[in-house]
């Protein structure tokens, strides 16, 4: 069975501090991807990045970085120098190679106060 | 605009009422989606098509729900006898497919259910 865990529900933090985002994952597939969304307070998911299983060499795209590591089945995410509108619900999303279920975690909700 | 628009964006009906969703993916998408949200969690997968074809279906989908994708072009998503437990943010998301990889999906705005 698969699974995605983001332990943390809500995180909080002040402008310009760096917060990271953790994603634990299990599947017994030895292919598959692994996502980040971001769904901010207008409710609609944007897609931040996708990683393969073959491929775990980190990602930079400006502030995001992402880490992903398959010895502790982790994809974590995160943000530097974060602004107000980073705040935003965040899932980690995961699906195997040919199967089209994609399965979310239930999200961690990032306050970034001015 | 050329995103993924669903329609209604929101949705008031009594219980034991069907109603209807419709959603239109991306045109040069093949692949479908269908999830539903309820607050504070993630989307659950409901079902997927590929072009016209549904190839997977949760168990989450009871035999209240039906989903279609004539001629591979927008879907729509059905239930019937609603019950209040249907009430969430029903997301519809398309991608496209490549040679068996796996890509983004790209969500449309959702409809909100709320079942009285």
């Known amino acids: 069975a698969q699974k995605v865990t983001q332990a943390q529900t809500e995180i909080s933090v002040v402008e310009k501090e760096d917060v990271t985002l953790d994603c634990v994952y299990e599947t017994r597939d030895t292919t598959y991807y692994l996502f980040w969304y971001k769904q901010p307070p207008s409710g609609e998911l944007v897609f931040l990045i996708r990683r393969n299983s073959f491929d775990e060499q980190n990602e930079i795209s400006g502030r995001y970085s992402w880490n992903f590591q398959k010895s502790t089945s982790s994809f974590n995410f995160t943000i530097t120098a974060s602004q107000v509108v980073d705040s935003a619900v965040y899932f980690c999303?995961?699906?195997?190679?040919?199967?089209?279920?994609?399965?979310f975690g239930a999200g961690t909700r990032l306050f970034v106060k001015a | 605009d050329t995103g993924v628009s669903q329609d209604p964006r929101h949705k008031i009906t009594k219980r034991g009422q069907n109603v209807t969703f419709r959603c239109d993916p991306i045109s040069e998408h093949n692949r479908l989606y269908w999830y539903r949200q309820t607050l504070g969690q993630g989307p659950e997968f409901l079902t997927y098509?590929?072009?016209?074809?549904?190839?997977?279906k949760s168990r989450l989908l009871s035999d209240r729900f039906s989903a279609e994708r004539p001629k591979g072009s927008f879907s729509t998503l059905e239930i019937q006898r609603t019950e209040q437990g249907d009430s969430a943010m029903y997301l519809c998301?398309?991608?496209?497919?490549?040679?068996?990889?796996?890509?983004?999906?790209?969500f449309g705005p959702g409809t909100r259910l709320t079942v009285t």
């Open positions: 098509f590929q072009n016209e074809a549904q190839l997977e």
């Open positions: 999303a995961l699906t195997n190679t040919g199967g089209f279920k994609t399965i």
């Open positions: 998301a398309s991608s496209q497919r490549t040679s068996g990889a796996s890509y983004e999906q790209y």
